[in-house]
């Protein structure tokens, strides 16, 4: 699960309005040309009928009740983005795991299984998909998309809309395409702006912390805000929620490996790692460093 976390956009080329919406525990803002943002919002709307687990009428809540019993059937939607998960748990080492839903849900939420049991059924490699069919191979095991729900729901609009420009932002995950933009990324350690730039190409950002709440399910590290630039919304909202949940040596060989992945790291400390990847994104892109 994640909070809305880190990211500002700070102004447009586009003459259009933005458009607000209550979504998926948070707020979606959209600015889409005329009469699309409605289209988008029912769009990602009917995905988060599909994909929380807070819904007990959701596909996903269908097959975490089965878990360890049966497979569900269900549609080519949460098959792309459990398909997609996976590929992510594998590409970080299991850093990623939307299985940690048996400790976020059965154990955090729902007191029906002990901490120790909870974090025992956590594996991504015991997750099955035939066709339509999902199968979850102990019963107790449970989905948890918060991760990288956020993240699909905003690529998938942008794919539903197939319009020639637009914004839309989910709490931390953003997509902008087809306009240039001026967007801010937040300093969680001084209340203040920790970078901004235009993008210089169609971009996703994803931005996320574990310093409101003790969210995220990993290892101890030094980091306190990861940002990552993509060009699939859910892969860096995914990659976003690894990075956090990895210690300080997993994520340098990590990153060492995948320079391909943009990224920006705030450290507990104060200090910030960027790499080349990421300022490729962007055009005149500045840091603000509070004066000491």
């Known amino acids: 699960m994640k909070t809305f976390l880190g990211l500002l956009f700070l102004g447009s080329s586009v003459l259009a309005q933005e458009r607000l919406f209550h979504l998926m525990g948070t707020y979606a803002v959209l600015e889409l040309p005329k009469d699309k943002e409605y289209e988008a919002y029912r769009y990602m709307r009917s995905l988060e009928e599909k994909l929380s687990d807070y819904m007990d009428s959701s596909e996903i809540s269908r097959i975490n009740a089965l878990a ?26 299991g850093a990623f795991d939307i299985t940690v839903g048996s400790y976020t849900i059965n ?21 099955r998909v035939e066709k339509d069919r999902v199968c979850l191979k102990e019963e107790g095991m449970a989905l948890d998309l918060g991760g ?8 998938k609009a942008y794919e539903h809309l197939r319009t020639s420009w637009g914004f839309i932002s ?11 933009r001026l967007l801010g990324i937040f300093n969680p350690i001084n209340n203040s702006l920790l970078a901004q730039g235009h993008n210089s190409r ?23 805000q990861v940002t990552v630039a993509h060009k699939d919304c859910a892969l860096a909202d995914a990659i ?12 340098e060989a990590f990153l060492m490996k995948n320079p391909s992945v943009g990224v920006m790291l705030l450290f507990k400390d104060g200090s910030l790692y960027v790499n ?3 300022v490729s994104y962007f055009e005149g892109l500045l840091f603000f460093f509070p004066n000491k």
């Open 148 to 155: 990288i729900g956020k993240g699909y729901a905003v690529q």
């Open 107 to 127: 154990y955090g939420r729902k007191g029906i299984l002990s901490e120790e049991g909870a974090k025992a059924l956590i594996d991504y490699r015991k997750v």
């Open 276 to 278: 080349n990847a990421f």
């Open 68 to 93: 360890g019993k049966s497979c569900a059937k269900v549609s080519k939607e949460t098959i792309g983005v459990i398909k997609k998960a996976l590929k992510v748990s594998s590409f970080t080492g």
């Open 170 to 180: 989910i709490a931390g995950d953003i997509k902008v395409w087809g306009h240039r």
């Open 202 to 224: 169609d971009l996703c950002l994803s931005t996320g912390g574990n310093y409101l709440r003790r969210h995220i399910l990993g290892k101890e590290n030094n980091l306190i």
């Open 240 to 251: 976003e929620t690894a990075l956090l949940a990895m210690d300080d040596k997993e994520r």
